[in-house]
């Protein structure tokens, strides 16, 4: 009789103090690329991008010692596999009272994988108005890209197998901070 197969156990790859130099990290790189904090917006996607996007609008008012507005953009009805599968709820879209015509927008997630996230993003942020540049943060890049998008600014890149899973995990919405891969290695990477 064969044993059965059991996945390898959950692995950290960011505990809390990775995760917040990555995110103090991002917020420079993010003011020395824009040359200051002048016309930024960051929207993050929801959910954890929301709570990463707060935490770096909070490292940008400690550097600058300007308020960089933070706002929300909900993807859901701009997904291209809508046909497919039920769209979950709508989650909140909140732009900053500036709005975003001219500004330069910040897009942030927790996770990049497909890319299929970030291009409903840019379509939904299309129907808001015209930043004059819109940049993108995420905290993990695991790869395997399915669209020409890639990240501006990379809290970790994560080189993973497609039949892993990466899990960020949030004060905010989860209690704790930190990033665990899981399943098996090897499969369909
Ligand atoms: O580049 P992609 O292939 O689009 O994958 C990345 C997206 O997947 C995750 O969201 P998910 O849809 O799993 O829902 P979640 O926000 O509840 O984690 C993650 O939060 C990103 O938004
Ligand atoms: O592993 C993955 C893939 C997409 N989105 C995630 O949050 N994790």
Redesign the pocket.
Known sequence: MTAPAHDPPARTVLDASDINRALTRIAHEILERNKGADQLVLLG?????VDLARRIGERLAQTEGVAVPVGSLDITLYRDDLRRQPARGPQPTEVPPGGVDGKIVVLV??????????RAALDALADLGRPDAVRLAVLVDRGHR?LPIRADHVGKNLPSARSERVM?RLVETDGRDEVLIAGAKGEGA
């Open positions: 996607i929801p959910s954890r991008g997630d927790d996770v990049l994988y497909s890319g299929r996230t970030v399915e960020v």
